[in-house]
Antibody
């Protein structure tokens, strides 16, 4: 059974940093690209970033470029999102998702507030 | 960055048919945008219904279908059920592998 489990969310002050993790199981993680998607409270979905299977190709939404860094450790079947210079508008539930979005995690809430 | 547009809300009668659309600010939506459609119910993660314009997952109810219609991606629900009441999002892919979600359509079955 495919499982994606996010962790690392929490409350952080504006300008702070947070690192999200996504533990994958039930499929050959190293063979697939992965995505981060977020959803602000009461709002729609927003694609954040994608990374190819070997980390050769990385893409970001304009809203996070230069502040967020996606990475992965195929040996640990894990996906990461390093979030720096956080702003109030980054407050959201962050989901990791499989390359064709057939599997999603349950999400982890990031709240940026003083 | 491209803007993807969806109807903010639609209402369909039980057993009725409704079409949700997904447009792009850059022009006509084509199969090259690899349109996805997602269903999201309150408190749940999104669930993919349609990928690559018209392909269904094993869990996609047969009453849902995807297509291209009039320069937009379309999701048609034929024979609406009360459990289909949800928020629906489309996703388009653009050059540079950037992806953009639409703002979502709140579908009411009433």
């Amino acid at each position: 059974e495919v499982q994606l489990v996010e962790s690392g969310g929490g409350l952080v002050k504006p300008g702070g940093s947070l690192r999200l993790s996504c533990a994958a199981s039930g499929f050959t993680f190293s063979s697939y690209s992965m995505n981060w998607v977020r959803q602000a409270p009461g709002k729609g979905l927003e694609w954040v970033s994608s990374i190819s299977s070997s980390s050769s190709y990385i893409y970001y939404a304009d809203s996070v470029k230069g502040r967020f860094t996606i990475s992965r450790d195929n040996a640990k079947n894990s996906l990461y999102l390093q979030m720096n210079s956080l702003r109030a508008e980054d407050t959201a539930v962050y989901y990791c998702a499989s390359p064709v979005y057939d599997y999603w995690g349950q999400g982890t809430l990031v709240t940026v507030s003083s | 960055q491209a803007v993807v547009t969806q109807e903010p809300s639609l209402t369909v009668s039980p057993g009725g048919t409704v079409t949700l659309t997904c447009g792009s600010s850059t022009g006509a939506v084509t199969s090259g945008h690899y349109p996805y459609w997602f269903q999201q119910k309150p408190g749940q993660a999104p669930r993919t219904l349609i990928y690559d314009t018209s392909n269904k997952h094993s869990w996609t109810p047969a009453r849902f279908s995807g297509s291209l219609l009039g320069g937009k991606a379309a999701l048609t629900l034929s024979g609406a059920q009360p459990e289909d009441e949800a928020e629906y999002y489309c996703l388009l892919s653009y050059s540079g592998a950037r992806q953009v979600f639409g703002g979502g359509t709140k579908l009411t079955v009433l």
